[in-house]
């Protein structure tokens, strides 16, 4: 019978869009509860925002017309450069970070726990045994 041909492919398909419409139920459950724990913490937030425009507005405003004074320029400059140290400091922070958990991850004693809840990456080929 010439049925038969078309309905492996029609399954495989349904399959597909079963398990596709199980991801998206599952992350639509996930991004709504991270909302819920986020969300009172938006005000706040949104707060903090427009407090920090308003100050730097108003730290702006003097600068701008001081500018022409060698005093506060070197003290902008001096400003600038501990603001872009403290910027590096994070960056080299969270670059360690990183790299602690790569480093962990790959180890012997380490992979076991990072790998034990996730069974699709026992197959995986960074997973060594």
């Known amino acids: 019978m010439?049925?038969?041909?078309?309905?492996?492919p029609n399954?495989?398909?349904s399959g597909k869009v079963a398990e596709t419409a199980i991801r998206l139920g599952v992350l639509a459950v996930v991004l709504v509860w991270c909302f819920?724990?986020?969300?009172p913490f938006?005000?706040?937030?949104?707060w903090a925002v427009l407090i920090t425009a308003g100050s730097l507005v108003i730290?702006?405003?003097p600068t701008a017309l001081l500018t022409e004074q060698?005093?506060?320029k070197a003290i902008g400059l001096w400003?600038?450069?501990v603001a872009a140290s403290a910027g590096i400091g994070i960056l080299i922070f969270v670059a360690a970070f990183v790299i602690a958990g790569i480093l962990l991850a790959h180890s012997a004693q380490g992979s076991g726990p990072c790998y034990a809840g996730y069974p699709r990456s026992q197959?995986?080929?960074?997973?060594?045994?």
């Open 79 to 81: 400003l600038v450069d």
């Open 123 to 129: 197959n995986s080929a960074w997973v060594q045994s």
């Open 11 to 13: 399954d495989e398909w």
């Open 70 to 72: 060698p005093l506060v």
């Open 42 to 46: 938006i005000l706040p937030f949104l």
């Open 2 to 8: 010439p049925a038969e041909p078309l309905a492996r």
């Open 36 to 39: 819920q724990i986020l969300q």
């Open 59 to 61: 730290l702006m405003i």
